[in-house]
């Protein structure tokens, strides 16, 4: 081959032949996108990808404090393509009606051998494009927020740098068209994840908070990745195109292996439950707060979490063939709505509590998803509430904690709401962004979580009606409903201890506490609108629903109705939690402190967060390091031991012939005089 | 390219036998210099002999992997020359020959070897201060050792080469090793010695059977191995052949229950010689399994080798990932978490698909390299500070981020994190078992949990957190403790590019040896001659569909 190229030097051909040595050692370059279409496709993760490296490279001895230049704009083209993506190229795919295939780019074969057949493409639908437009327009406007908040920080460049790093894999993660493909950006997100939470890796405390979330996560993970590989040797492949878009096969499967499926329903849940922080897997999202506030943000409203929502809801078909697994979505979804809740009600931390709350909320997503064990016809019903909660979730949620790390950048980093109060006068900005977002989070009537919440409440409703699970849903109704209660409740209860009564101010604080500068205000006023205005303009008009059933997967529904009741229900229940916390916290500010000390013990027990940690210490990790303990023990003690004896056989054998070698020649004498004495007997003996 | 890879041999072999020519003289440092100048050259060589080898087999592959004739073991570069003839005139003659050759397996082992060198000598260049040019020939000397046992196609050549290593590798621990390098030289010495006295009556068992059949050059593994496909022992036989093989592979593996003499070497080593022992040295034992058992003794390795290799891999990595947890010497941390990865590379061996079998021998490389970073990365700390015990450090993001990076960076290689050269390795291992036994897999899968909490714990203490240095170290030094130097850099930077490369695009390796893995998982995947039922290995083909073009 080399020698019909032969030795020529002209520039191109070296150009050339340099080309094919790296495409040849780097299949990627060989992909460059030429089509419009691709290019929108590739752009939305390749540039928060440059950014990532542009900044690592250049950050600390360059860029410095402009370091967040690069991902700013890598995150507006992302945004910009996101939506050029949702709003130009996606209908027309509709329309040309290969919504099975999606809009592809094409990338490069990751992994080929044997029948594990692993391409790197970009696949988007109707799905992951309602994903991405949030998820890139959410974090578009944090990492404005970031860079008024972390201003000055040491590590400013790496901030920027991981940040872009994990809009990236997030967007990867939405754009793939495969299991395995999904689970190598899943993994990246949780680098980032880690990355992040432990960015001021001088606090123990986060330093902990990171490895916990790395840790529990893989502990879903591994669940998740038995999935796949269930997955690939039930179907052959790994693709979602011949895994989830083709009916036959599935119903193939389904009848050719009984249990099969849902046993794969059970593994891809476990890793969801890690992402997602489901109950148990939940506990490292409260933790997860020791990361910088807007990381806090990003994590609990665009990216990370919504990845395992995101998992179960692009796996309908596979679920609705497991009725089972569906019944258990939605029940751990409930157990965690509610304990999270229970758990948000006590917390003095304003960030804590918007973390029981986004806790909370993902298992309100849950409780929608699993709806199909009453009826496949339910399934995409399910599914299409849990997204829409999880869009509209992201923009108020994004929204609570970016107000909530103003007001710890206006504390002087006190975050513990019993430290302050009053805050609406000083902080005018933050208080009313943060009560739209409370208030969208509270469900009030025509703001965005109240028309997602609602739609969850009605698929649960309606599951209801079903002969032999209705009751299972029925009850899972009024759980919700009841969560939703105190859901207003704690969204209230933190926004009047913070913003209401006296005005009061940590030593922290300084005398004159500032409000938001520009580049943190102006994420807030876009949030604070989009929290207002999301949910109507995409609930009201069915627009969300009509869009996702262009999913793959998704068979199309049949009607698209308002339960005027049940919203009228979901309102009131708004309205009372919101007036219940002004009671307790504005009108009569001291009967929360006596409440709880007459309930001692409910309140611990909320205030200690049911003790799942400390569970999870003594029933897991110390077992689990006594256990390690003791394997190391016998390591030492006992299998080492045994190899030092045999080494020393041959040493302890030698004892005996050792005796014999006395090396005193008056003993060779006399054993010279036993053997010829002893030969002589025995020739007597012959004779004899 | 066959000269090429004597020149690969003889080059380090050369500059060792130069070095120990100056042994004791006064211009010692310029020893460094000679080594630095040998392991360059050589790497360059591996390097160029890894691109040549590319175009080879892009034209080689068809035509070879379709020859259903061909060998299990098709190395694509032979050099043969018969070197003694048994056996006079009246019996069929034997012949024992050289017979080098490369396949791509060996290759990749070869470039690895050449690559972890050259860092060995530059993460030595200051830690070893005394008979200098005598270190840099051992490890030299080494070098040609092991790229020698890749590259041998011949039972006898392949025997030599094995055991050969173990004597530079010796004095390397013993002479400059920790303070309790004698016993822990000794030990490493005797007991993998023991266990390959045992693999070498395995061996003279192959082929001397062979030999009594009738084949003319029985040394030959691609000759031995078509013999064995056409007439395979009896299972009984094989499966006694197979243990005595086994014997001294596990040991070098290391396999538990055999792994006790490597957390004692590696803590005892030299910064250089826990990088090559774990980098090449542990590899030889898997290498062992895939040129001997795998393609000479199929039934063994069905019958015996898969339960045998999946539990004790299994037990391998949650056993060894549970002691890597409560160490508190970050070495020896490392050590456990060899066994831990090796548990991988034996689930995917012997899962004995391509899957398995690919996934195993990408395993051991990426063992190498990220294994071999960690060893650099924590003799450069203690290079510091002179301990390497997680109670007297704490911090060192704070003194040293580029080297905390570094050592993020190489964790999260280790632990498996996609995007890095672990996680092909690992899953495809996984998923190859997966297709097997299913529950060995999940089983294993484990590990992953267990990796990240005992990496990531050492991480926490030693990297994160407020400050904390012992006074020592620092009162040693008159000038504060500096982050990573050009030199050290110098020997981090090129694994990490391999590391990133191999985790982005595996395909471009994964091709290199896919030929080989499929001439070995041909064996397993036609079913009767092996004595095994094919529904056993294949999955559920019946909702296969044709991946995307």
């Known amino acids: ?688 | 390219m066959i000269s090429l890879l004597f020149l690969l041999l003889l080059v380090p072999l050369a500059a060792g036998g130069l070095l120990l020519l100056f042994a004791g003289a006064s211009q010692a440092r310029s020893a460094r210099w000679i080594a630095l100048a040998g392991s360059i050259a050589v790497l360059a060589m591996s390097l160029s002999l890894g691109g040549q080898y590319r175009q080879l087999s892009l034209s080689f592959d068809r035509g070879r992997a379709d020859a259903a004739a061909a060998s299990p073991i098709r190395p694509q570069v032979e050099y043969r020359k018969p070197w003694l003839t048994l056996g006079g005139a009246a019996e069929q003659p034997v012949i024992l020959e050289f017979h080098f050759g490369l396949d791509g397996v060996s290759v990749a082992m070869i470039v690895l070897t050449a690559l972890l060198t050259v860092a060995c000598v530059l993460i030595s260049w200051e830690s070893i201060r005394e008979r200098e040019s005598e270190f840099y020939a051992a490890l030299l000397i080494l070098e040609t050792g092991l790229i020698g046992v890749f590259c041998a196609f011949d039972a006898l050549l392949f025997y030599v080469f094995f055991e050969f290593t173990l004597i530079p590798l010796f004095f390397l621990i013993a002479i400059w090793g920790g303070p309790q390098r004698r016993y822990a030289a000794v030990k490493f010495f005797l007991y993998t010695l023991a266990g390959s006295l045992v693999t070498l009556l395995g061996l003279v068992t192959l082929v001397g059977s062979a030999a009594a059949g009738g084949l003319e050059s029985p040394c030959s593994l691609p000759q031995l191995a078509a013999w064995y496909r056409d007439n395979p022992l009896s299972p009984s036989w094989q499966m006694v052949v197979f243990l005595a093989l086994a014997a001294g592979f596990l040991i070098k593996v290391p396999v538990f229950p055999f792994h006790t003499w490597l957390p004692l070497a590696h803590v005892e080593a030299p910064t250089a010689g826990s990088v090559l022992l774990a980098g090449v040295l542990l590899k030889l034992g898997t290498y062992g399994f895939l040129r001997l058992c795998l393609p000479m003794l199929p039934a063994a390795c069905l019958s015996v080798g898969v339960p045998m290799a999946a539990v004790l891999g299994v037990v391998g990595i949650v056993y060894g990932s549970l002691c890597a947890l409560v160490q508190r010497d970050v070495k020896k941390l490392v050590a456990y978490s060899s066994v831990a990865h090796l548990g991988f590379c034996m689930l995917g061996l012997f899962a004995l698909n391509s899957e398995g079998v690919t996934g195993g021998v990408l395993q051991m490389i990426n063992h190498g390299l990220s294994t071999g970073a960690l060893f650099l990365i924590v003799g450069m700390f203690y290079e510091r500070y002179h301990t390497r015990l997680v109670d007297d450090l704490g911090g060192l993001a704070n003194r040293l981020p580029l080297m905390a990076a570094g050592m993020v960076f190489v964790s999260m290689a280790s632990v498996g994190l996609p995007g890095l050269n672990g996680f092909p390795g690992e899953m495809l291992s996984l998923a190859g078992m997966f297709k097997r036994h299913p529950l060995y897999a999940a089983a294993g899968a484990s590990g992953l949990i267990l990796g990240a909490w005992y990496l990531l714990t050492m991480l926490q203490y030693v990297f994160f957190g407020p400050l904390k240095e012992p006074v020592h170290g620092a009162s040693a030094h008159s000038h504060p403790v500096r982050d990573i130097s050009l030199r050290e850099l110098g020997s981090l930077v090129p694994i990490a590019v391999a590391i990133l490369w191999i985790g982005l695009t595996p395909q471009p390796l994964i091709d290199m040896i896919r030929p080989d893995v499929e001439a070995i998982t041909q064996l397993y995947a036609r079913g009767p001659d092996g004595g095994e039922s094919v529904a056993q290995v294949s999955p559920d083909r019946t909702f296969a569909t044709e991946p995307r073009p």
């Open chain 1, 1 to 688: 081959m080399t020698a019909s190229i032969g030795r020529l030097t002209t520039p191109a051909s070296i150009f050339n032949r340099l080309h094919a040595w790296l495409t040849d050692l780097a299949p990627p370059l060989a992909c460059m996108p030429l089509e419009f279409q691709q290019l929108v496709l590739w752009l939305i993760p390749a540039a928060p990808l440059a950014a990532a490296v542009v900044i690592s490279l250049l950050g600390p001895k360059l860029l410095r404090e402009r370091s967040h230049w690069p991902c700013w704009l890598a995150l507006a083209v992302s945004t910009a393509c996101a939506l050029v993506l949702l709003t130009n190229i996606m209908p027309q795919s509709f329309e040309g009606g290969d919504s099975a295939t999606g809009v592809v780019a094409v990338g490069y074969p990751w992994i080929s051998i044997g029948e594990m057949q692993v391409r790197i493409d970009l696949r988007a639908d109707a799905m992951s494009t309602l994903m991405l437009s949030m998820v890139t327009s959410v974090s578009l406007l944090v990492s404005v927020f970031s860079a008024g908040y972390m201003h000055g920080d040491r590590g400013y460049a790496r901030f920027f740098a991981a940040f872009s790093l994990f809009v990236f894999s997030m967007a990867m993660l939405v754009l793939s068209g495969n299991y395995m493909q999904l689970f190598i950006f899943w993994e990246l997100v949780g680098l980032c994840s880690y990355l992040l939470i432990g960015f001021w890796f001088q606090k123990p405390s986060a330093a902990a908070a990171a490895k916990k979330a790395f840790v529990v996560n893989r502990i879903g993970d591994m669940g998740l990745i038995l999935g796949i590989f269930l997955i690939w040797t039930t179907f052959g492949s790994l693709d979602f195109a011949s895994v989830l878009f083709s009916p036959e096969t599935l119903s193939q499967a389904a009848t050719a292996h009984p249990g099969r499926i849902t046993t794969i329903c059970f593994l891809l849940l476990a890793g969801a439950m890690g992402k997602s922080a489901q109950f148990p897997l939940h506990v490292w999202l409260p933790d997860a707060m020791e990361g910088p506030t807007p990381v806090s943000a990003l994590i609990h409203a665009a990216t990370m979490v919504t990845a395992g929502v995101y998992l179960v809801a692009r796996s309908t078909p596979l679920f609705a063939l497991a009725p089972d697994a569906q019944l258990f979505v939605t029940g751990i979804g409930a157990a965690t709505a509610l304990l999270a809740a229970l758990i948000a009600l006590t917390q003095m931390d304003l960030k804590r509590v918007l973390a029981y709350s986004t806790v909370s909320q993902l298992g309100f997503m849950f409780m929608a998803l699993g709806v199909g064990a009453a009826g496949a016809e339910l399934a995409t019903a399910g599914a299409t509430a849990g997204m829409f909660h999880l869009f509209t979730h992201g923009f108020f949620k994004a929204l609570l904690f970016l107000a909530a790390g103003s007001v710890m950048h206006a504390m002087g980093d006190v975050i513990d709401m019993r430290h302050f109060s009053g805050l609406r006068r000083s902080l005018p900005i933050t208080h009313w962004t943060f009560l739209c977002g409370a208030a969208a989070l509270a469900g009030v009537p025509l703001l965005a979580g109240f028309w997602s919440k609602d739609e969850i409440l009605a698929v649960l409703h309606e599951a209801g009606r079903h002969e032999r699970v209705g009751g299972f849903f029925t009850a899972i109704y009024w759980i919700a409903a009841a969560t939703a209660f105190l859901t207003a409740f704690y969204a209230f209860r933190a926004y009047f201890m913070t913003f209401w009564g006296p005005q009061r101010f940590p030593p922290e604080a300084g005398h004159h506490p500032h409000d938001a500068p520009p580049a943190m205000a102006w994420p807030l006023r876009l949030l604070a609108v989009a929290a207002l205005f999301v949910g109507l303009a995409a609930a009201a008009t069915h627009w969300f629903a009509r869009y996702l059933a262009h999913t793959p997967g998704m068979a199309h529904e049949g009607e698209h109705a308002f339960h005027i009741d049940l919203m009228v229900a979901s309102g009131v229940i708004a309205v009372a939690g919101i007036a219940l916390a002004w009671f307790m916290y504005v009108r009569r500010p001291g009967l929360a402190a006596s409440l709880s000390q007459a309930g001692r013990r409910l309140y611990d027990l909320s205030y200690r967060k049911f003790y799942f940690d400390e569970l999870f210490l003594a029933a897991l990790v110390l077992p689990l390091r006594a256990f390690a303990w003791l394997c190391y023990m016998a390591d030492v003690h006992v299998i080492d031991r045994l190899v030092d004896a045999a080494g020393a056989a041959p040493r302890v054998a030698s004892r005996l012939p050792r005796l014999l070698h006395t090396g005193l020649v008056s003993n060779y004498a006399l054993m010279m005089w036993a053997g010829v004495l002893a030969y002589l007997g025995f020739l007597l003996g012959l004779i004899g």
